[in-house]
């Protein structure tokens, strides 16, 4: 079942494939190619669920990606929205929660490779060891990433870590504000401080458009936090609110990665990208921004 899947997703990438190209023939031409985000959870061979990938897997996906796609930094891709300027389509790589065997081969692929990548991870999994608890529910043992290999990631100067809140809440359900801002703020730099290093982004967990919160969305820019991703799926392009990184599923078959990053035009059309209601911020000199 799972391969005459991929047969179709295959038949229909080459129907569309003049579409596709048009398409972005015409977006290089005015310097408004698509900026792509990535987000991975999990790269393992044991215990293979919705998100987990194999590491052949993941491999075959960064060999894909080096091959099709210009591979920049989450804050290159931000830079590129902003500027309104982008000559080629270009991806960036996520990953969320923060899983131990993500460091087995994955981090290490990336590392050798020089394949930047932004780490989000939820700061009491690293602190306790104990497993998130989507895997508790279905009996599976995947430990969390230590402080160590947080640390050994950002030595690396290729992987940067950013925050996940503090317990892996759905943040848009949170109405006390004092619990809103330790998941999303104090958790945040709390994990700063574990690995010496600033963290500029910020992801929402599970990122579905009802997961999502304009308050904390305020609280991360009053913060100075750099921008915030979302993972329902869409498109970035230049000229697009650079603050909200919309972000992709990297799906384990790699047809399925391909049909999204060349432009499926159902994805395009048929993905509501979230607006958040931003409040004016006050500038050091005390007027407002």
Known sequence: ????????????????????????????????????????????????????????????????????????????????????????????????????????????????????????????????????????????????????????????????????SRTHPDVAAIRDTDTLHDEVIMATEELSSLIDQPIRYFAFPFGQHANLNDAAVNMLRASGIQGFCSAYGGYNFPGDDPYHIQRIHGDPELSRLRNWLTIDPRKLSGVKRYQPRYTKLAVAAGGDA
């Open 1 to 164: 079942m799972q391969r005459f899947k991929e047969q179709l997703i295959d038949g229909y990438y080459a129907a569309t494939w003049p579409w596709r190209a048009r398409f972005r023939q015409v977006r290089a031409r005015v310097a408004l190619a698509p900026v792509m985000v990535l987000f991975y959870h999990r790269v393992a061979d044991q215990n293979l669920n919705d998100w987990t990938i194999t590491n052949d897997g993941f491999r075959r996906h960064l060999d894909w990606l080096q091959a099709n796609l210009e591979v920049v930094t989450l804050a290159e891709a931000q830079h590129r929205i902003a500027l309104r300027y982008n000559l080629r389509p270009c991806v960036a790589i996520t990953f969320d929660d923060g899983y131990a065997e993500n460091c087995d081969q994955a981090i290490g692929e990336l590392i050798q490779r020089q394949m930047p990548a932004t780490y989000f991870v939820t700061l009491d999994n690293v602190l306790t060891g104990k497993p998130f608890p989507h895997d508790a529910k279905l009996g599976i043992d995947a430990r969390p990433n230590t402080v160590d290999q947080l640390r050994e990631m950002v030595a690396s100067g290729v992987i940067e870590i950013g925050g996940h």
